[in-house]
């Protein structure tokens, strides 16, 4: 038999074992040599160089349990884990900590070993323990180096023939774009050893920029750091930098918003590494350098999730998630899995929406059980087979129509699917005794104005009162827009700057409070953890921002000047109001243990009068005047006031 069949058959080793054999057995080797050599030196050096014949001989005898000692303190320190190829600090004080533990061990057999004595016939192993004190504390120092200094030499010898193995295959850029780092923090010091590194990345760093004074004229990883961020037209002269790397851990908006309008003062692109306040273990995916994005803008400071409470109320649970296919949903979805639960069932009308996501998830959590449901949350019956069938114990509904002016001229469909659809995911939720029960809703529901902020309001007032009569604990967490959801603001102006513009803007005093998409969603699931039922759970949005700045700030991150591409106002649509509102002055909403999360405090409603109402609301949907659906909202809702020409312009 071909020594191929002894492998294929498990009778040998294949290569790679061979090859992972081989190395290790090699760096044993050469620790054993080097801590021989070690201690060899350390005599050389308390003698100066001439150790007398006694010392020799006594060298010789000390040498297999000084060496074994030291290396079974480096096996138990986890030493020979490491990758010698990528060896850092951390390992660096690891072999320190071993060291040290077998050097005073040393210390305190050769002062028991000196205080004893010894006897003719166990002379020669007495001798054996009473090293010098000296050769004991030098060989500590000597060991060290050797230790550490082999593995930086592997490490230098690595990153050598990487970035020639990457140049000669031609995936080095031909020439790199001169870099400035701002920021020479631990994240900046970090991105410029990883940037040394990738020579494939197309980046030569020319120096860094940072507003600390102390640091200036400092050198990190051999780059300079030349001034303060309002030096960059100086520091561009200086070095023919092309574009500028924000490496600031947890820069606010201000401070990214600065540093973007003095790069495009002086002509250069501005970019960032993405989530570099997130750096763990002292790594940063440099690949992900990307340029400024409204985002970062609007940036806030990074969410610290309870994991644990989110992981008791997902981990090994069966959760389902209403409206999987969209902007909320989907995300809610990605985030969920992460927390490994005994099935996800992804509900959504629409097929496409939910073939994207369900593929998705496949790809990234292959062992989490995924089940795509195609269903509309106004057909009870199809629900009612999805919670028989499948039990679930979490649910999140995020299922909803959103659109406000697309709702102004359908009302009848935003009361269907806001209003009658959460009933009826909210019933279900309550008749199978689902532990815990989510809804999205809106800060378009305080004082609404439109009819979808009224729908969801009513949704609201109806999870709030039914959670009274339910073992199952109904919470509804209310947030405001969220960057780049399916026909929010962002892609539309993008889309037309694309076009070259007009930008529209419906008002120059617009303003609405913006989240990322995963940043909602976090904080949804936290604040799912936290309810005990019937809370309406308000998040933290930070501060209002302009619809026309938002503006402003697109068309300059797409490369054009404020003069190139139009803003033009359109008046505001149907339904909209100027500012939105997060919670009302009566609401008084209260702090939680989550510094983002707080709890509006609504007055309660009578479950007979709100079952009443919705009932009459139903009727009214499908067939009564857009003027009479919003006439019925108004009785449930008082604070909304439907607009009087409504029905003649909208309808």
């Known amino acids: 038999m071909s020594s191929s069949g002894f492998v294929q058959k498990g009778w040998g080793l294949g290569s790679l074992e061979m090859r992972v054999l081989v190395g290790r057995t090699s760096q044993i080797a050469i620790d054993i040599a080097m801590l021989s050599c070690a201690l060899g030196l350390a005599f050389l050096l308390r003698f100066d160089w001439q150790i007398p014949e006694s010392m020799v001989e006594r060298l010789f005898r000390s040498l297999p349990w000084v060496v074994g000692l030291q290396f079974a303190a480096l096996a138990a320190a986890g030493v020979q884990r490491f990758?010698?190829?990528?060896?850092?600090?951390?390992?660096?004080?690891?072999?320190?900590?071993?060291?040290?533990?077998?050097?005073?061990?040393?210390?305190?057999?050769?002062?028991?070993?000196?205080?004893?004595?010894?006897?003719?016939?166990?002379?020669?192993?007495?001798?054996?323990?009473?090293?010098?004190?000296?050769?004991?504390?030098?060989?500590?120092?000597?060991?060290?180096?050797?230790?550490?200094?082999?593995?930086?030499?592997?490490?230098?010898?690595?990153?050598?023939?990487?970035?020639t193995s990457l140049a000669r295959n031609g995936s080095a850029t031909a020439t790199a774009v001169p870099t400035l780092l701002i920021g020479a923090g631990a994240a900046g010091a970090m991105v410029a050893r990883e940037i040394s590194g990738r020579p494939d990345l197309g980046i030569k760093v020319v120096g860094f920029l940072d507003d600390d004074p102390q640091k200036h004229g400092q050198e990190i990883h051999g780059i300079r750091v030349l001034g303060s961020v309002s030096a960059l037209d100086d520091a561009i002269r200086r070095t023919g930098a092309k574009q500028a790397v924000i490496t600031i851990a947890a820069a606010s908006r201000t401070v990214i918003r600065r540093i973007v309008e003095l790069c495009e003062k002086a002509g250069i692109p501005t970019k960032i590494v993405p989530g570099i306040y997130e750096i763990v273990g002292g790594k940063v995916n440099v690949s992900e350098i990307r340029t400024v994005a409204i985002e970062d803008l609007l940036g806030r400071e990074p969410i610290t999730l309870d994991d644990p409470a989110v992981a008791t109320d997902l981990h090994d649970r069966i959760v389902l998630v209403t409206g999987a296919g969209g902007s909320i949903g989907s995300e809610l979805a990605r985030q969920i899995a992460h927390f490994r639960p005994?099935?996800?069932?992804?509900?959504?009308?629409?097929?496409?929406?939910?073939?994207?996501?369900?593929?998705?998830?496949?790809?990234?959590?292959?062992?989490?059980?995924?089940i795509p449901i195609v269903a509309d949350i106004t057909d009870a019956r199809r629900l009612e087979a999805v919670f028989s069938s499948h039990r679930p114990q979490v649910v999140f509904h995020a299922a909803a129509h959103k659109h406000v002016p697309m709702m102004e001229w359908n009302p009848g469909e935003a009361v269907k699917n806001n209003v009658i659809g959460t009933r009826n995911v909210a019933d279900l939720a309550h008749a199978h005794r689902v532990r815990q029960f989510v809804m999205i809703s809106t800060d378009k529901a305080v004082n609404p104005t439109s009819v979808m902020g009224t729908t969801k309001r009513v949704a609201e007032i109806y999870v709030q009162g039914l959670s009274q009569h339910s073992q199952t604990r109904f919470v509804t967490v209310r947030f405001g827009n969220v960057l780049g959801s399916n026909g929010s603001v962002i892609p539309i102006f993008q889309e037309q700057i694309a076009r070259g513009g007009p930008v529209t803007v419906t008002h120059p005093e617009?303003?609405?409070?913006?989240?990322?998409?995963?940043?909602?969603?976090?904080?949804?699931?936290?604040?799912?953890?936290?309810?005990?039922?019937?809370?309406?759970?308000?998040?933290?949005?930070?501060?209002?921002?302009?619809?026309?700045?938002?503006?402003?700030?697109?068309?300059?991150?797409?490369?054009?000047?404020?003069?190139?591409?139009?803003?033009?106002?359109?008046?505001?649509?149907?339904?909209?109001?100027?500012?939105?509102?997060?919670?009302?002055?009566?609401?008084?909403?209260?702090?939680?243990?989550?510094?983002?999360?707080?709890i509006g405090h609504v007055r309660q409603h009578e479950w007979e009068r709100i079952l009443e109402q919705l009932d009459g609301l139903e009727d009214f949907a499908a067939d009564a005047s857009p003027e009479k659906i919003r006439q019925k909202l108004h009785e449930i809702v008082p604070e909304y006031a439907p607009p009087v020409a409504a029905g003649s312009r909208v309808a």
């Open 83 to 163: 990758s010698w190829r990528f060896v850092s600090l951390r390992e660096s004080l690891r072999i320190l900590l071993a060291l040290a533990c077998s050097t005073a061990l040393m210390l305190s057999i050769r002062l028991i070993a000196g205080s004893i004595g010894g006897r003719d016939e166990t002379q020669e192993f007495h001798e054996a323990l009473l090293l010098p004190i000296g050769v004991i504390l030098i060989n500590f120092v000597v060991a060290f180096l050797a230790l550490t200094g082999v593995r930086v030499v592997r490490r230098l010898v690595g990153e050598h023939s990487h970035r």
């Open 510 to 598: 617009m303003t609405r409070y913006f989240m990322t998409i995963p940043e909602a969603c976090q904080l949804v699931m936290q604040a799912g953890s936290m309810g005990e039922g019937g809370e309406i759970f308000v998040l933290d949005m930070g501060e209002p921002v302009k619809i026309v700045d938002l503006a402003r700030d697109l068309i300059r991150l797409s490369g054009f000047k404020s003069d190139e591409i139009e803003i033009e106002f359109t008046g505001t649509r149907p339904g909209e109001k100027l500012f939105e509102e997060l919670s009302t002055s009566e609401e008084k909403a209260s702090k939680t243990r989550h510094p983002k999360i707080f």
């Open 342 to 370: 005994k099935a996800l069932i992804l509900l959504e009308q629409a097929e496409n929406a939910l073939f994207n996501i369900h593929r998705e998830l496949l790809a990234a959590h292959p062992k989490v059980t995924l």
